[in-house]
């Protein structure tokens, strides 16, 4: 029952951010969608990742680098969200090997801190707060993201639930990028 009343707690916050739309901030930099993921994106798999979420988003203020990035931070709380339930569905095997069990209770763990870190990064870039306490936050969820990813890897790197956790942290990884380029126009 603990654990229902924490994943839903943990999709009606997600549900907030994803519908509100975030706002713009005061000298956000003015860029197409195409442009900023261009600026952000490491690659192409990072670039179409970019692209897909902010043009799937409701209510984005075009043109908007920090409704971008709040945007981002929102499919980065769901991406944490929806990686807990799936670790949770394969914990209830009671036959799961010892050592996958570890590495999945331990990416649960550090998913808490990541899920943490991304809604303070989405409520700083919903007040256009951006703390010094905002670097740390992305440092700290994209490092929790990879001491799981890094486990999974080492256990099982063909597995869905690996390919999910990459997907998450480069969620993680555009939304800040996209942050940090709403703040150099601060």
């Known amino acids: ?24 901030c005061t000298h956000d930099p003015v860029l197409t969608i195409e442009a900023a993921c261009h600026q952000v994106s490491k690659g192409q ?3 179409d990742l970019c692209t897909k979420t902010l043009h799937a988003a ?25 990686i807990v339930i799936a ?6 095997n009671p036959s799961l090997p010892k050592q996958l069990r570890a590495t999945y209770n331990q990416c649960i763990e550090r998913y808490g801190v990541a899920h943490k870190k991304n809604n303070a990064i989405g409520q700083a870039l919903y007040s256009c707060n951006f703390s010094t306490f905002f670097k740390r936050d992305c440092t700290d969820a994209v490092a929790a993201i990879d001491d799981c990813t890094r486990n999974l890897h080492a256990v099982d790197p ?14 993680t990884t555009i939304t800040c990028s996209l942050a940090l380029l709403g703040e150099a126009g601060h």
């Open 1 to 24: 029952m603990k654990t229902l009343t924490y994943v839903l707690a943990l999709c009606i916050a997600t549900t907030t951010l994803l519908f509100n739309g975030g706002k713009s």
């Open 45 to 47: 798999p990072m670039l």
């Open 58 to 82: 409701p209510n984005l203020n075009p043109n908007a680098v920090s409704t971008f990035a709040y945007t981002g931070s929102a499919s980065a709380i769901q991406s944490s969200v929806d």
């Open 87 to 92: 670790i949770r569905q394969l914990l209830q």
């Open 158 to 171: 063909s597995s869905p639930l690996f390919k999910l956790a990459l997907t998450g942290r480069d969620l």
